[in-house]
């Protein structure tokens, strides 16, 4: 009986599965395009399970599915995912998906679809870059074709940026800032990264050319998250991490290094005397003393606590003592949602990022806002308000001073009775004495807009939108420079309070009509612009202080106070109409006339107009090239753009006060500081762009290539005067520019497998520019400048070295009168045997780079992500330079007192070298040493991991993501300085270094950090 039974179990399971076995189907298929071209690397999938497969190189595929009721998804990048039933020879035609081509990109008061765009646009979803550490908005930009985006260091992570290179002498060339509509002139810091949606830039001059006068530089368009038509949902985004300092050649001497070229600078010195007596040979000169005998090395240094500090092996490594592995935290939480009629996007973020050095504090909060309200089927309201507070409080301590700091002085650190200059010397300030003032610096700023839009019912297409904003910001940095500081020894303790506030608001009538007839589209825009901007400021100072512990916050203690306070105004207004035409969806055609006023020109000078055209040709909708795959349109673009970055007073004479003592009494006089020019006018930039953008293997590979030249006239020059004139400068229009380059941009899909993705973005850009007119001559020149005619803007003129001189030159009398051995052979342009400014110098290079470029690539398996992009800015052989003879040589500044570069060996008659001089060198003239900056960084770079859906489901969890990333984990380049993207800083009088604490390298971070919504 038991038999029985599990015979019968046994057959009743194997016919179970058999009929399983039996009931599965097998299907084969051939998936192909609108042309009848098999779609390669198309996924298959069954609907609600994880079998499937991809077509091969014909578009073939076969898999086994559970029963004839199961479901075939299809899909293919850029085509429409179809869903259809298993069939035993199925054939699957996929449809061309234009939603890329019909995506909304912001043109500036308005929108319009990509495809029917006629200038150079490009656009940034940040939710692309949401794996990055970007603290400042201005990182998210680098990788975009165009823009050139150079970083700095310190805390904030600021960043300089220019679209399409430099054209311009003396005004920014920092591109306009729009942001929901709205024209934008505040710190680009303010802005929490998460509140953004898309960022798109307006390079060509027919794209920026409805912001007239302020689009010169280009345009950046921030549109910001708006609610979602669906139920509630909290998004939290948070990462921890660290930074410290890139890979940099740069390094300063050691104790031991320095001790002995303090020998060597006596020894050299000696040996430079001896040279003065003309020998013919190397007998008789003096001998190197024995660096191994530490009580002889000891009596070379300077003071007694060298001496003592060196014999007892106590030194001091000051810039490892003011830089630090700095921690870094950010976090993020979003609401949105909404019904049909109303909309809500919430957030509120705070950010807390330490810099490297020491006391470099950069603390952010904002707040964000923004709701629309549908009232009816003709009205819509919508508000955005911002707040955000930043905290930069503290005084840093001083890179650049711990970078020359003698190693041997007496170690006070963390004390209280710590030496203001190390070894009492004032060119050496202790580098961590900074951190001991009391320093608070906060940053308040409101921005609000609101918004209505009247969709006029009795004609269809017609709107007219009303915009109103206002942005608030006060600002108050307070510091106390105790009697311990170098700011307050002098005075007994300085206390100063600077106040500033600034208010601007804008109000925008949009009027704007589309409509469709047959063939034909229209877009048209009407536009009137009022902004009124104001601000003032107020500075306290009080010196003498009995009694330092309030500080700023009673400076009624100090003996001696002063006051200071000033305001300013000035307004602009806009009219603009532009019309945009397409027929036959191929023939696309855009034009733009805007008229700006400005108030800081001359009376008669104040208004100017601008006017741009452009046209488009989609080729691909010719019957004669129509090809679903293939996607081809042709753009032309002319226009004029205004710049009035000369000020809003610059066309004015003004006047400063001085005060003095008359008749034993404290009186306050005028006097004329700044000369006027009534016929200050505008700079006006008239550019041509051509423009080709792509598509083919349906998406699989697409981009963009413009072609543009810029020439630009009245070009805005703070021109020098003599002395004799009473006045150092004056504002006017004096030059010409020319400008021209190429953008490039290219996107391919180089993997498309069911588990696994591989897409790939280059990006490159070349620019030239070259001054054609500057004050009158064809062959003008402004040397302090750098300004050339025919020559690029950032032009080098300097001396060129050709090599270091020997003491076999010197001995057969080869030598320059007045040089000597270990000093650079300056190349005598004129044959005259001798060096002079005049006739010797020449153009040697340019600060300006040759070409930029970047790749970035996304590489995706199940549910991992790995993305890395590369930045790089080339010089090629004599562009990108800098000089950085601080870095690579001994200094010209108190080289017997400072610390110098470890980086090169220093030129000794026992061990000559051929790219630096003596550490005793005084030559009758001095050369700059420059550097070709080029790099190619690994810039970001980042691992995530997405939990499945199956798994968030059960714990009701929308998505989460948990991530790995690195910013600048490393660059690669020849340059010998802290870092080639941040170059060298400027020089200081006493030092030869920036007194300044602006960090000279980058950063690098590792974060770790977590995503989810639900």
């Not at 009848?36 to 497969?53: D, F, L, M, R, Y």
């Not at 753009?641 to 009494?665: E, F, K, P, W």
């Not at 076999?808 to 040089?819: D, I, S, T």
Request: glycine fraction near 8%; include cysteine; proline fraction near 4%.
């Amino acid at each position: 009986m038991e038999s029985f039974k599990c015979k019968s179990l046994f057959f009743a399971f194997m016919w179970i599965l058999s009929f399983g076995l039996y009931s599965q189907v097998s299907v084969k298929g051939n998936v192909v395009d609108e042309s009848n071209e098999p779609v390669i690397g198309a996924s298959i999938q069954v609907k609600g399970t994880g079998e499937g497969t991809v077509t091969d190189y014909d578009g073939n595929f076969s898999l086994t599915v559970p029963s004839n009721e199961s479901t075939l998804i299809i899909s293919y990048v850029g085509m429409k995912t179809q869903e259809v039933s298993p069939a035993p020879n199925l054939r699957v035609i996929l449809q061309t998906d234009t939603e890329l081509l019909d995506e909304l990109v912001v043109v500036g008061y308005g929108t319009m679809r990509k495809k029917d765009l006629t200038g150079a646009v490009s656009r940034v979803t940040v939710d692309d870059k949401s794996l990055q550490a970007n603290v400042n908005l201005s990182q998210v930009l680098s990788g975009v074709a165009g823009i050139n985006i150079q970083q700095r260091g310190g805390a904030t992570g600021e960043s300089s940026i220019s679209i399409r290179g430099q054209n311009t002498l003396s005004t920014s060339s920092s591109p306009l800032i729009v942001v929901d509509g709205i024209i934008y002139d505040g710190s680009i810091s303010n802005f929490n990264i998460n509140d953004i949606e898309t960022i798109d830039v307006l390079k060509d001059a027919s794209a920026a050319a409805v912001y007239g006068s302020r689009s010169k530089n280009g345009v950046i368009l921030i549109t910001t998250k708006k609610g979602k038509n669906e139920k509630p949902q909290v998004s939290v985004d948070a990462y921890y991490g660290f930074q410290d300092m890139t890979n940099t050649p740069m390094r300063v001497m050691n104790g031991e290094e320095f001790a002995i070229r303090m020998v060597d600078w006596q020894w050299q010195s000696d040996v430079y005397k001896w040279y003065a007596t003309k020998p013919t040979s190397a007998a008789g000169r003096p001998a190197r003393p024995d660096i191994t005998n530490r009580q002889l090395v000891a009596t070379y240094l300077k003071t007694p606590e060298e001496q003592n500090n060196y014999l007892n092996g106590e030194p001091i490594d000051w810039v490892k003592e003011v830089t630090q592995i700095a921690p870094m935290q950010n976090f993020n939480i979003g609401l949105n949602g909404g019904s049909e009629n109303s909309k809500y996007y919430l957030s509120a973020s705070y950010s807390d990022i330490e810099g490297i050095q020491l006391n470099d504090n950069f603390k952010r909060f904002t707040l964000r806002s923004n709701l629309e309200s549908k009232v009816n089927n003709w009205l819509t309201i919508s508000t955005n308000l911002t707040y955000t507070l930043t905290d930069q409080s503290g005084e840093q301590a001083n890179i650049h001073y711990a970078r020359v700091a003698t190693p041997w002085a007496d170690n006070h650190i963390g004390k209280d009775d710590y030496d203001i200059y190390l070894t009492n010397e004032l060119f050496q300030p202790y580098p961590l004495v900074f951190t001991y003032a009391d320093n608070s610096n906060l940053n308040h700023t409101f921005f609000g807009i609101g918004r209505a839009v009247v969709d006029f019912p009795f004609l269809k297409g017609l709107k007219f939108e009303f915009d109103i904003s206002d942005r608030y910001n006060t600002a108050g940095n307070y510091t106390y420079w105790n009697s311990r500081t170098p700011g307050g020894m002098a005075y007994g303790g300085r206390a100063t309070k600077v106040h500033t506030e600034s208010n601007k608001w804008l109000m925008n009538n949009i009027l704007s009509y589309t409509e469709t007839f047959g063939n034909h589209s229209i877009y048209g825009t009407l536009l009137y612009s009022l902004d009124k901007l104001s601000g003032n400021a107020s500075t306290l100072r009080a010196d003498g202080f009995d009694n330092e512990t309030l500080g700023y916050n009673n400076m009624g203690l100090g003996l001696t106070p002063y006051v200071a306070s000033s305001a300013y105004e000035e307004s602009n207004i806009a009219y603009m109409a532009r019309i945009n035409y397409t027929y036959l969806q191929r023939y696309l055609f855009t034009g733009t006339v805007r008229r700006d006023g400005f108030s800081g020109f001359g009376k008669d000078h104040k208004w100017a107009t601008f006017p741009s055209l452009s046209f488009g040709w989609v080729l691909t909708e010719e019957p004669f090239m129509n090809n679903p795959a293939f996607y081809l349109k042709t753009r032309f673009s002319y226009g004029v753009n205004g710049n009035q970055g000369s000020g809003r007073y610059a066309s004015l004479a003004t006047m400063s006060n001085l005060g003095y003592v008359y008749g034993g009494d404290y009186a306050v006089g005028l006097y004329p500081n700044k000369l006027g020019n009534s016929e200050l006018a505008w700079e006006r930039t008239t550019s041509n762009n051509v423009g080709v953008d792509f598509s083919f293997l349906n998406d699989r590979l697409s981009g963009s290539i413009d072609a543009y030249l810029s020439n630009t006239d009245d070009v805005l020059v703070r021109r020098q005067l003599p002395a004799t004139s009473g006045y150092a400068n004056v504002w006017d229009n004096v030059a010409e520019l020319q400008t021209k380059g190429i953008d490039l941009e290219i996107r391919s899909l180089n993997v498309n497998r069911k588990d696994f993705t591989w897409n790939t973005k280059f990006t490159f850009g070349l620019d030239r520019d070259k001054i054609t007119k500057l004050y009158g001559g064809e062959s003008d020149a402004d040397v302090a400048n750098g300004w050339f005619v025919g020559k690029p803007i950032q032009a080098i003129y300097d001396y060129q070295i050709e090599k270091v001189w020997t003491e076999e030159e010197f001995f057969a009398g080869e030598v320059y009168p007045g040089w000597y051995p270990g000093q650079f052979k300056l190349a005598d342009l004129d044959g005259s045997n001798s060096i002079d400014a005049v006739n010797d110098r020449s153009i040697i290079g340019y600060k300006s780079p040759s070409y930029r470029f970047g790749i970035e690539n996304v590489l995706r398996y199940k549910d991992f992500t790995f993305s890395f992009f590369i930045n790089s800015i080339q010089g090629g052989k004599n562009r990108f330079m800098a000089n950085n003879s601080d870095n690579v040589n001994p200094l010209i500044y108190y080289p017997e007192r400072q610390n110098v570069s470890a980086v090169n060996p220093y030129w000794s008659p026992e061990a000559p070298t051929t790219n630096t001089t003596g550490i005793y060198n005084n030559p009758p003239i001095w050369s700059g040493i420059y550097q070709n900056r080029s790099f190619i960084r690994l810039q970001d770079v980042s691992l995530a991991y997405s939990f499945p859906k199956q798994l968030l489901d059960r714990i009701n969890i929308n998505s989460c993501q948990i991530y790995l990333s690195s910013k600048n984990p490393y660059v690669w380049t020849k340059w010998q300085g802290w870092d080639p993207e941040i170059g060298t800083t400027g020089s200081d009088s006493k030092t030869g270094y920036s007194s300044t604490s602006t960090f000279p390298t980058l950063t690098r971070n590792v974060i770790l950090g977590l995503r989810f919504s639900f």
